[in-house]
Antibody, heavy 121, light 111 residues
Framework: EVQLVESGGGLEQPGRSLRLSCAAS????????MHWVRQAPGKGLEWVSGISWNSGTIAYADSVKGRFTISRDNAKNSLYLRMNNLGPDDTALYYC??????????????WGQGTLVTVSS | QSALTQPRSVSGSPGQSVTISCTGT?????????VSWYQQHPGKAPKLMVY???KRPSGVPDRFSGSKSGNTASLIISGLQTEDEADYYCCSYAGSLTVGVFGGGTKLTVL
């Protein structure tokens, strides 16, 4: 059974940084692209970033480009999201999602339960 | 990266069929056969229902089907059941490294 467990969320002040983690199990982690998708309170889904199995292809939404950095450690079956210069619009539940075999084939067939990031002074 | 356009809400009675539309442009929905659909119940994580326009993951009932015509994709739910009441989101590849763009979501009410 695929399991994705996010951690690292919390309350942070505008302009500060946070690092999210996602621990994966139940599948061959290094065979698949992985993604972060977020959902602001009461709002819809927004794709944030994706990374290929070997970290060779990385993509970001325009809203986070230059501020967020996605990475993965296949030896630890883990996905990360470094978020710098946080702003109130980054307040959301951040989901880790398992993708297809390539980043540019975006479907998300397994999701974690999410970790909540709140940006407020 | 403009969001895809979905109706805010649709409704139907048990046993009926409903269709949820997802309209984009030739740069996303119309340009690629990479449309997926997600069901989200309140307080729960999304669940993949359809991918690559019309493929169903294992375990998803065949009451759920997908199609596409031009720049508009559709999710068709037949034989509505009360447990189908949820929010539904479409998502499309948008080329290059834009990867995923979601629709704004549709609330399905089963009357």
């Amino acid at each position: 059974e695929v399991q994705l467990v996010e951690s690292g969320g919390g309350l942070e002040q505008p302009g500060r940084s946070l690092r999210l983690s996602c621990a994966a199990s139940g599948f061959r982690f290094d065979d698949y692209a992985m993604h972060w998708v977020r959902q602001a309170p009461g709002k819809g889904l927004e794709w944030v970033s994706g990374i290929s199995w070997n970290s060779g292809t990385i993509a970001y939404a325009d809203s986070v480009k230059g501020r967020f950095t996605i990475s993965r450690d296949n030896a630890k079956n883990s996905l990360y999201l470094r978020m710098n210069n946080l702003g109130p619009d980054d307040t959301a539940l951040y989901y880790c999602a398992k993708g297809g075999t390539t980043v540019t084939h975006p479907y998300f067939d397994s999701w974690g339960q999410g970790t909540l990031v709140t940006v407020s002074s | 990266q403009s969001a895809l356009t979905q109706p805010r809400s649709v409704s139907g009675s048990p046993g009926q069929s409903v269709t949820i539309s997802c309209t984009g442009t030739s740069n996303d929905v119309g340009g690629y056969n990479y449309v997926s659909w997600y069901q989200q119940h309140p307080g729960k994580a999304p669940k993949l229902m359809v991918y690559d326009v019309s493929k169903r993951p294992s375990g998803v009932p065949d009451r759920f089907s997908g199609s596409k015509s031009g720049n508009t994709a559709s999710l068709i739910i037949s034989g509505l059941q009360t447990e189908d009441e949820a929010d539904y989101y479409c998502c499309s590849y948008a080329g290059s490294l834009t990867v995923g763009v979601f629709g704004g979501g549709t609330k399905l009410t089963v009357l």
